[in-house]
């Protein structure tokens, strides 16, 4: 979900008043002569009629959504580290038909800087302050409160209790199931899609959980949306919601570590903006609200 707050459109083409020189190559922070894209998400899109591209940070180093109209975009599509502005300026010309003035892209390649959407030193520095707060703490925060899913408590409950809601949900969760044929339940495949769309599938997955199993300690295998350099990544942070701390097995996670050929906390600052665990947490803490001893 988009904040109002957190986009911007990017147009160099359409926007009266520039002030061209603002991001002058002088600059502390200056990208490169051959400026790169960072690795984001790109969606076309449309507001108030025009295509636009969407350009969003996966690892949310940049909290931004940046709107580019397809003169841009096309622009963003070549920094590559391999065009230099004479190369991007050739190849606008022969696209478009048009001159494109160097201090029009300075602009545009200086707006995509400033919001950290480039391999530069600006987005290094904001990297190591970024990581080095979340190493640095010893709980990982509910990373989506406000902008996923509702922040305050007893608005959370509400929003949560109406996924199980029938018919698009599997009912209110119940008691524990026994008796003859009972088959205690091992795992369950739940969802990680956003809570629009799919809040109802997380609400069977997890009645599941409530009715079939004794567990108080909790295996979540999420899902990474950003690159890793190994294939799993543990942490010992113990993980915030609004309704309530998980606390983390740290004496597992260690023992897993212990079992492992590499390190599964050289990746641990891709949880601190990854949804797939955190919402599967928000339903746990539902359905075992504290004190109710709990563990991941």
């Known amino acids: 979900m988009l904040q109002p707050e957190s986009f911007r459109i990017l147009d160099s083409f359409r926007v009266s008043g520039w002030s061209f020189g603002r991001f002058a190559r002088d600059s502390n922070f200056w990208p490169m002569d051959y ?9 076309p899109t449309e507001m108030s009629g025009q295509p636009y591209v969407c350009l969003q940070d996966p690892r949310n180093i940049s909290e931004k959504a940046l709107f580019l109209p397809p003169q841009t975009y096309f622009i963003a599509a070549l920094l590559d580290g391999r065009h230099s502005f004479v190369d991007i300026q050739a190849e606008f010309m022969r696209q478009f038909g048009d001159f494109l003035f160097t201090e029009q ?5 200086g707006q995509l800087d400033e919001n950290l959407f480039l391999e530069s030193e600006r987005f290094q520095e904001a990297l190591r302050q970024i ?16 902008k996923s899913y509702d922040a305050d408590p007893d608005g959370l409950r509400s929003q949560l209790a109406g996924f199980f809601k029938e018919p698009e949900g599997p009912g209110p969760a119940g008691g524990k199931r026994s008796g003859s044929g009972f088959k205690a339940l091992k795992g369950v495949i739940a969802p990680h899609i956003d809570f629009q769309r799919g809040g ?3 609400a069977f997955a997890h009645r599941e959980i409530m009715e079939k199993n004794t567990a108080r300690c909790f295996i979540i295998l999420g899902i990474a949306h950003t690159a890793m350099a190994h294939p799993f990544s543990l942490t010992r942070k113990d993980f915030l919601t609004p309704l309530g701390k998980l606390e983390t097995d740290r004496e597992l996670v260690d023992a897993i570590q212990s079992r492992c050929p ?8 891709v949880h601190r903006s990854e949804h797939s665990v955190e919402f599967q947490c928000l339903f746990l803490r539902y359905l075992y609200p504290e004190p109710a001893p709990l563990k991941i």
């Open 35 to 43: 400026p790169k894209l960072r690795p984001v998400n790109a969606f």
């Open 105 to 109: 892209l300075e602009e545009i390649i």
């Open 131 to 146: 990581e080095g707060r979340f190493k640095s703490s010893p709980v990982r925060e509910a990373a989506h409160a406000g």
């Open 200 to 202: 109802s599938c997380y």
């Open 262 to 269: 590499y390190d599964l906390f050289g990746d641990e600052t």
